[in-house]
């Protein structure tokens, strides 16, 4: 998912391929991606002392908690009988000039989730920026586009 970095906040979606058969709790978390092959940290296009332009980082792409969106975790139920729940992230609007970055919210079904909830547990769709994983876990990647 894309989301402008005046936003304010990005809503990322946790959705079953089917509804639950009874609450399903995901814990979940925001990351960087920096152990995530073909990511890495973000350019940053600062003035110099010289006034001219550099860039400001050695790696671009990745997107920085504390800079660029507001780190964050928790636990999120699904109700029984459907099939969403929704994390609001905070984004950062910042001043600076930069190339588009990327972050993620990883979901891990907590131990009281049952093995069918788990298995209902599906990516939101590859061209919403989901990817599926085992045993119930999914990651969802936000990328956040400059307004400077």
Same mark, same amino acid.
């Given at each position: 998912?894309?989301?402008d ?13 089917? *509804? ?6 995901f ?9 995530v ?14 006034g001219?332009?550099?860039? %400001?980082?050695?790696? &671009?792409?990745? @997107?920085? @908690? ?8 928790? !636990? ?13 992230? &905070? ?16 979901? *891990?079904?907590?131990?009281t989730?049952? !093995?069918?909830?788990r298995?209902?547990? %599906?990516?939101?769709?590859?061209? *919403?920026?989901?990817? @599926? ?6 990651? @969802? ?8």
């Amino acid at each position: 998912m894309v989301v402008d970095e005046g936003a304010g906040t990005v809503t990322v979606t946790l959705r079953l391929t089917r *509804k639950a058969p009874q609450d399903a709790s995901f814990n979940w978390t925001t990351f960087d991606g920096s152990s995530v092959p073909g990511y890495s940290r973000p350019s940053r296009l600062t003035a110099r002392h010289d006034g001219r332009s550099g860039h %400001h980082s050695d790696r &671009p792409g990745l @997107a920085t @908690a504390g800079e660029d969106y507001t780190a964050g975790s928790g !636990t999120v139920t699904i109700a029984a009988g459907t099939r969403r729940a929704t994390v609001t992230i &905070p984004i950062i609007d910042d001043s600076i000039a930069e190339t588009k970055e990327v972050f993620f919210v990883g979901f *891990k079904p907590t131990r009281t989730t049952s !093995t069918t909830a788990r298995r209902a547990a %599906h990516r939101e769709g590859y061209s *919403k920026g989901w990817c @599926a994983g085992s045993h119930g876990r999914a990651t @969802a990647k936000v990328v956040i586009t400059d307004n400077d």
